[in-house]
RNA sequence: GGCCCCAUCGUCUAGUCUGGCCUAGGACGCCAGGUUUUCAUCCUGGUAACACGGGUUCAAAUCCCGUUGGGGUCACCA
């Protein structure tokens, strides 16, 4: 009978992501993790993190490391598993195959006679399927062997083991977000289990690793929903419980396929390069086939997600990935951090342009000294807070401010008519920039804020009739861009002497 | 092709289970206006959708059937 209590009376819940070393960390699997753990915190369960790495040929611990640490960055936490301690062996398939955990259940089944040596060639394996294709039937295998039950050596071999599917009728199971599902359970054909006695495959281990790690809810992308009949027919083989399964629905591209390299970047390593926050990037992936019940609230910070997270309101539906969506929500991420907080994350990327490099290394970040390369000039954590400041409520992603910053930290260079405010004449203009310099020229380096600057030049902006024929000349000669912060953010952050430096160089340029 | 899943603005979605409050709401994007020396932020307004066809009903985005469309999956990968 078909169990539709997502939780029933005193059950243990203990979810598990299984991802295969096999890439580095996608979106989708990162959005799998990130229900499951959902889950998991919103009813007080477990969550596992399992490495199924039994394909030997295609793991890597490159990409189990990346893995780790791309949820690490996420904070999606597990209970169990990598780094943490587990109760039901280890946590890598890899480890579990060599304690024997599968080969106990493998040769139980060739005992029982539920599972069966197969030798057919790749090549008899083809035809059979393409001959099925023509017939318009279902393509699997029917197997020939599976009654022989081989005990010659050589055949063993060259074979791989199969379950004995003798299922007539459907395959039914319910699905907490899809409803009642079903398979023609004779469609399954006799479908592989492993490659030897010690070589399992996938949806075995799963089958057992499930049982064994008394796993409770099955939350995994819709890609999989064709490997549960399978799976249930070998739980019911070995008399394990079924857990109750929740497929979600899957992240698409733009054109609605399944998202994939194609589509742009899919990796959470990359959008963290890109200077995505791992909060942001945790609330738009939350977001992504799930809803609040208050559909106005997307701006939500993990607490809050966990706390309104129910699997009812999960999406049955695709999801494309909006990447500027996920800007916006970046940028207000970005705006909502401590200058301090926003200075400390952008540093990296001001390292690896070379705008900046740390002089004290190894002194504690706000204590640290920096050399400019462009400019030649030594200065400190609190200034480059200052130049963070600036373009906080400018940037999207963390790797904008460097290029927004650069004319800061070099030399510019721009065309002289982008001076001109409006229709104002040289003449005037060259008179505003020198009255500006000797303006300048007076105010104390210890005075030299943007306040304290504000406070004297406004006045005599307001006096010329419009302030912009100041304001938007003094702007570019000190940006040299047409769209820039304003300008007493900008001289306080450059100084007294580079700010007269650059006044000195567009009144040059008019002569 | 077999099997399975899905279907509201361009996108994420509310509303669907428990028909009427929906002349379909919000957010991103886009457009216009306001604020500002510029850009950005911010504020205001606008744009735009129930795939189609049949039923059922006094009443359907909501229930039923069909059609179309899209997707997933069919390994000695996971």
Not at 375 to 404: H, N, P
Request: net charge negative; aromatic share 10%.
């Amino acid at each position: 009978m078909k169990n539709k209590e997502l939780l029933s009376k005193n059950e243990t819940i203990r979810v598990r992501m299984a991802p295969s070393p096999t890439g580095s960390l996608h979106v989708g699997t990162a959005r799998a993790a990130l229900f499951n753990y959902l889950f998991a915190k919103h009813y007080d369960g477990t969550f596992i993190l399992r490495i199924e790495d039994t394909d030997t040929e295609r793991s890597d611990e490159k990409w189990e490391k990346d893995i780790i640490e791309g949820l690490s960055w996420l904070q999606i936490e597990w209970d169990e598993g990598p780094g943490k301690k587990g109760t039901y062996g280890p946590y890598r398939q890899s480890e579990r195959i060599k304690e024997g955990i599968y080969t106990k259940y493998i040769e139980k089944m060739l005992e029982e006679g539920s599972a069966f040596y197969c030798w057919h060639t790749k090549e008899e394996l083809q035809k059979e399927r393409e001959n099925q294709q023509e017939k318009k039937e279902a393509p699997r295998h029917l197997c020939g062997y599976r009654d022989l039950h081989t005990t010659d050596e050589e055949k063993i071999k060259q074979s791989i083991i199969r379950f004995k599917n003798e299922t007539t009728g459907p395959v039914e199971f319910y699905d907490f977000v899809r409803g009642e599902v079903s398979f023609d359970g004779e469609n399954l054909g006799d479908f592989s289990i492993a490659k030897s006695i010690n070589e399992p495959l996938y949806n075995f281990a799963v089958v057992v690793d499930d049982y064994e790690m008394k796993v409770s809810h099955v939350i995994r992308g819709e890609d999989h929903i064709s490997n549960t009949p399978r799976q249930i027919v070998l739980q019911k083989a070995l008399k394990f419980d079924i857990p109750k399964f929740i497929h979600l629905p899957l992240i698409l591209g733009t054109d609605k396929s399944k998202l994939s390299k194609r589509h742009g970047a899919t990796s959470v390593g990359e959008y963290k390069d890109m200077g995505y926050l791992s909060e942001a990037l945790f609330n738009f992936l939350s977001l992504l086939g799930w809803r609040p019940s208050e559909d106005e609230k997307e701006l939500m910070p993990k607490d809050e997600i966990i706390k309104e997270f129910t699997v009812e309101r999960i999406q049955q539906a695709g999801a494309v990935f909006d990447v500027e969506k996920l800007s916006w929500m970046n940028g207000q991420y970005i705006r909502n951090l401590s200058t301090e907080e926003l200075a400390t994350k952008c540093m990296p990327y001001f390292i690896d342009k070379n705008l900046i490099e740390i002089k004290n290394p190894k002194e504690n970040i706000s204590d640290a000294k920096f050399k400019i390369p462009g400019l030649g000039t030594e200065r400190d954590f609190e200034w480059f807070k200052g130049v963070v400041a600036m373009e906080q409520e400018r940037i999207k992603k963390l790797d904008e401010i460097t290029g927004v910053t650069e004319f800061l930290l070099k030399d510019i260079d721009y065309e002289k008519s982008l001076l001109v405010w409006k229709d104002m004449s040289v003449e005037e203009l060259k008179k505003i920039l020198s009255d500006l310099n000797v303006i300048l020229e007076e105010i104390p380096k210890e005075n030299w804020n943007k306040e304290n600057l504000r406070e004297i030049i406004m006045p005599k902006a307001e006096l010329t009739g419009s302030r912009g024929k100041m304001l938007w000349p003094l702007r570019v000669a000190l940006s040299g861009k047409k769209a820039s912060p304003g300008p007493f953010e900008i001289m306080e952050v450059i100084g007294k002497e580079e700010s007269l430096n650059r006044v000195t160089q567009a009144h040059k340029k008019l002569v």
